[in-house]
């Protein structure tokens, strides 16, 4: 008789010899009535049944959890034939992939840090996949390569990045990212020898690596399997040796971080309870008079981040002012009630802020458009930093007791560009800008507002041609986040300019559980309140719609992460509002998504099914458990991959065979882009990611009866 397991395995090499037979298939029109598409590779159906929290859930591909069996990894590559081979023919895609290269084979260069005047940043070149460390001495130096990634990796998928630079700028720390995983591995190198020194360090989670000035030391925080802790590693010794410093009795649950200040004197710990910013302690040690560890704030339910500059802390926090606001710590005398108002809470929310030149450098957004103020320690304004457009912008980065910062501002429309800010005169100039061949003036970006289902007006931006025409036949691609306190603001890609370049309309809509106007707005987006993340995005679609942008046909959605949650919501809720959705590195399994990688950090954003009553609202609403047979559902392109070491892959694997069982012998295809290589945290090649790019745009084209481009334009149009 045949073994359970040997079934098992036939009845996938039979799926995977359909997925090549489908490869040879060229896919028709999904919206022109031609022939429907091949059918997917069949996947084994196990159910197994549970009951949680009184309600009985039955699981048919919980097999498929398993991600190193023999029969997950033969269904990994029956399905990314089948995708292949439907992506790999689609009209026009030799045309688009022309302009997405145009996008992204471009140089590039990324915010410097500056120490002892020396500069240390980023840089990749036109024909390469990464980005390597480069310093220069002055201002108007050469360029000097440091670390270069493309040789550690034959196909590309190993990153550096800067982690760390000593005071005299002769020591830096990088990190070394395989496949885009949250996992890294630091390296110490001597910037005048060129050399790595002999120190190695675990590949792990670290959120803060402080070199001390005299460089006999280090301050470290990482995970290991008990909790975060923060640790203190002498140079030139094992770091299995390392001291540990802090975090005894901390869970896997909370994320642990420090830094050091600039004149060493103090080391600065944080300790996030999950990661939707509304619950941190904050802890300093004396490390010149080698005091004990002092707690500055812990049982307070608010979000709190500081930095130091001499002997005073300014923290932003949102404790008693929801749109958040800056306090003055005297590290002499810590204790909450002496603290100091700064920058009061006023009607905009106070976004971030950094400490350069003597001054803060504060971040605000008012309806979504950012502002940046520099403010005096003594709370007097010395003036706001002029912005190019409606966009977006990073904080000024900079020292304490410097006049030099940079800044980025990028939009839609507009590729990244980096400044250099003189902080006492207020001048400006680039440091570095993309030279992309897409020509602004023919498009626009504009804010609207529509109303939800509760009454609440949202905020949406619209990013097109300047002239579209309001017909109902625009294609339009509609995306958001709406969570853990996250703004949305317009920023470039080579995506979404490919996609306005050949008459798309880009749409992202602000909904709540963001950050855009404070905690309350987070709040109304989290936790039971979760709905209502789904019913904003809903009537954005509706709105659209309705406004005569596009219609359900020719209407796209799109998310990753939390947002791949929300699309997957979105479209098991209301499937005859959308004909395709491109879902990344998804939550998807909400019932279960607590037990994997590092999804504990999320339960204070969405509760878990281990609470009853979290269960009852995380359920009604969890897309894989709301896939009904028969639905008409869109088309479905899922995004995941190996690497993604925070969000399981588990969940788009899931939900794709769930999915395409659901869908049999529709026209409307499910497919799975599984990569094998890349995850959550980037690291894509540059290579790869044209080829991505292109396949996710000629997804959308295909799926919204769209007609591909015939030559190869640029953005810049003809």
């Not at 292949?84 to 140089?107: N, T, Y």
């Not at 981040?305 to 606001?325: C, E, F, L, S």
């Not at 940046?372 to 010395?382: C, Q, W």
């Not at 959550?680 to 996710?696: L, M, V």
Request: net charge neutral.
């Amino acid at each position: 008789m045949m073994s359970k397991d040997k079934k098992i395995s036939l009845l996938l090499l039979f799926s995977f010899l359909l997925a090549l037979a489908a490869a040879a298939a060229v896919p028709g029109d999904a919206h022109s009535g031609s022939s429907p598409v091949a059918a997917p590779p069949k996947t084994t159906v196990t159910e197994v049944k549970e009951t949680v929290q009184g309600v009985e859930i039955v699981d048919s591909y919980r097999w498929l959890e398993d991600q190193n069996s023999p029969e997950t990894r033969a269904w990994i590559d029956a399905q990314n034939a089948y995708s292949d081979g439907m992506l790999a023919k689609l009209p026009g895609r030799e045309a688009i992939r022309q302009q997405v290269s145009a996008m992204i084979k471009i140089d590039s260069m990324g915010s410097p840090v500056v120490r002892n005047n020396r500069y240390f940043f980023t840089k990749r070149k036109a024909d390469q996949d990464q980005g390597s460390l480069f310093t220069r001495k002055g201002l108007q130096g050469k360029d000097e390569l440091l670390v270069d990634p493309l040789p550690m990796s034959p196909n590309h998928t190993v990153t550096v990045g800067l982690a760390a630079v000593s005071n005299d700028g002769s020591l830096i720390a990088y990190d070394v990212r395989e496949g885009g995983a949250d996992e890294v591995t630091p390296h110490l190198f001597d910037v005048d020898s060129r050399k790595d020194l002999a120190d190695v360090f675990p590949k792990a989670r670290y959120s803060g690596f402080s070199i001390l000035n005299d460089k006999s030391g280090i301050y470290l925080a990482k995970v290991t399997k008990e909790g975060p802790r923060v640790y203190f590693h002498k140079i030139g010794t094992d770091a299995a040796n390392d001291t540990e410093v802090f975090g005894k009795g901390y869970g896997p649950e909370t994320i642990i971080s420090c830094s050091l200040s600039r004149d060493n004197h103090y080391l600065q710990i944080s300790v996030a309870h999950g990661s939707s910013g509304d619950h941190t302690e904050l802890y300093v040690q004396d490390l010149v008079n080698k005091g004990p560890i002092v707690t500055i704030v812990k049982d307070v339910h608010s979000g709190f981040n500081g930095q130091i500059a001499g002997d005073r802390m300014y923290v932003r926090t949102n404790w008693n002012a929801p749109k958040w606001h800056v306090m003055e710590v005297d590290l002499k005398n810590p204790a909450m009630d002496k603290w100091r108002e700064v920058v009061p809470e006023s009607d905009v929310v106070l976004e971030g802020f950094s400490l350069v030149g003597g001054k803060l450098a504060v971040r605000y957004t008012q309806n979504v458009i950012p502002h940046v103020k520099l403010v005096e320690p003594s709370g007097k304004l010395v003036r706001e930093v002029p912005l190019p457009a409606l966009g977006s912008v990073s904080g000024l980065s900079g020292e304490w007791d410097s006049n030099e910062a940079f800044f980025s501002f990028t939009s839609f429309h507009i590729p990244p560009t980096i400044y250099r800010y003189d902080l006492a005169t207020g001048k400006k100039t680039v440091w570095s800008e993309l030279k992309v061949p897409i020509d602004t003036a023919k498009f626009e970006v504009k804010q609207v507002w529509y109303t939800s289902k509760d009454g609440t007006k949202i905020p949406m931006f619209l990013a097109h041609a300047k002239s579209l025409k309001l017909d109902g036949k625009n294609p339009v691609l509609l995306t958001g986040y709406g969570g853990f306190n996250l703004s949305q603001t317009p920023s470039f890609s080579g995506f979404a300019a490919t996609w306005m370049a050949n008459g798309g309309v880009l749409a992202v809509a602000n909904m709540r559980g963001g950050g855009e106007f404070g905690e309350a707005w987070h709040h109304a987006g989290m936790l039971e309140k979760k709905q209502n993340v789904f019913d904003d995005f809903i009537a954005a679609a509706e709105w659209l719609i309705q406004n005569k942008y596009t219609t359900p046909a020719r209407l796209a959605i799109r998310g990753g992460s939390n947002g791949g949650l929300l699309v997957g919501a979105a479209l098991t809720q209301r499937p005859d509002l959308f004909a395709a959705v491109i879902c990344s590195y998804p939550l998807l399994d909400m019932v279960r998504y607590q037990n994997f990688l590092v999804a504990k950090y999320w339960v204070p954003e969405y509760g878990s099914s281990d609470d009853p009553a979290q269960f009852k609202y995380i359920y009604a609403y969890s897309p894989y458990h709301h896939v009904k047979v028969g639905t008409k559902y869109p088309s479905v392109l899922f995004i995941s991959g190996d690497s993604d070491t925070r969000v399981a892959p588990l969940h788009a694997r899931k939900m794709t065979a769930l999915m395409q069982a659901a869908t049999a012998g529709s026209d409307h295809p499910i497919l799975l882009h599984y990569d094998t290589t890349a995850g959550h945290s980037g690291g894509t090649p540059a290579s790869k990611q044209i080829e991505n790019t292109t396949d996710e745009l000629s997804y959308l084209f295909w799926q919204l009866g769209v007609g591909a481009p015939t030559k190869t334009e640029t953005a810049k149009g003809n």
